[in-house]
C-alpha cells in the first residue's frame, strides 16, 4: 500500500491540465442529480465518472462523454446505490460508528462496478467489502487528511471546490488502484 503522500502526489500530478473536464463532469453531475427523474440517472454518471478516474490513473486522458459510458450498467448501478443506502442505514441505526465503518467498506463498489461490469451489485459490493478489509482504517486516515481542504471549499464559498474535488476523486481512485489486487484469502485447512 503506498503512502497516502504519495497517492496524493500522484492525484495533483494526474488532475493538471485536466481540472476543467473533470469540473465540468462534477458539475453536469450535481445539475442532473437536482432533478428527481435526474437523481435515477446518477449512480450509472458515478460508474462512469470512476471509469474517467480510473482511466486517468492510467495516464488516459478524460473525455466528457466518457462519464456516461456505463449507461449499460443503469439498472446494476442504480441497485448498487440503493442497497449501498440501505445497509448503510440499518447498521448506522445501531450506531453511528458501525455505520461510517459499513459505508468505507461499501466505498470502492462503484470502482469495482466500473471496472468489472460483469459482476452484480451485490457482487461488486462483495468484492469492495473484500478489497476493503484491512484497508479501513488507512483510507479513513486519507479522508480525514482532505479536511483543510474542504475547509478552504467552505471559506471560498465553493470555488477551492473546482480543484478540492477532482483532487479528492483522483486520489481516492489512486487508493482503489494501490488495494484492488488483493489476493483471495486461501480457503484454511482443517488438519485430520
Known amino acids: ?8 502526489a500522484a492525484a495533483k500530478e494526474q488532475i493538471k491540465g485536466n481540472i476543467g473536464i473533470l469540473f465540468a463532469c462534477l458539475l453536469v453531475a450535481a445539475l442532473i442529480a437536482g432533478t428527481l427523474i435526474g437523481y435515477l440517472f446518477i449512480p450509472a454518471i458515478i460508474v462512469g465518472f470512476c471509469l474517467i478516474l480510473i482511466g486517468m490513473t492510467k495516464n488516459i486522458a478524460p473525455q466528457f462523454g466518457d462519464m456516461f459510458r456505463a ?12 442497497i449501498i443506502y440501505v445497509f448503510t442505514t440499518l ?8 455505520g461510517i465503518i459499513k459505508c468505507i467498506s461499501y466505498s470502492m ?3 469495482v462496478l466500473a471496472e468489472k461490469p460483469e459482476l452484480t ?3 461488486a459490493l462483495s468484492e469492495s467489502k473484500r478489497i476493503m478489509d ?3 482504517m488507512s483510507f479513513f486516515v486519507l479522508m480525514l487528511s482532505f479536511i483543510p481542504w474542504m475547509l478552504l471549499c467552505m471559506v471560498t464559498l465553493g470555488i477551492a471546490g473546482i ?7 483522483t486520489t481516492i481512485a489512486n487508493f482503489y488502484n494501490a488495494i484492488k489486487d488483493k489476493p483471495l484469502e486461501e480457503p484454511q485447512s482443517v488438519p485430520a
Do not use: D, H, T
Not at 2 to 7: I, N, S, V, Y
Open 163 to 169: 480543484y478540492v474535488a477532482p483532487y479528492i476523486s
Open 1 to 8: 500500500m503506498p503512502e497516502r503522500k504519495e497517492l496524493k
Open 134 to 136: 484491512g484497508n479501513k
Open 121 to 123: 451489485a451485490r457482487q
Open 109 to 111: 463498489s462503484y470502482f
Open 71 to 82: 449507461a449499460n450498467l443503469f439498472g446494476r448501478a442504480l441497485w448498487l446505490c440503493f
Open 91 to 98: 447498521w448506522s441505526m445501531l450506531l453511528i460508528v458501525p
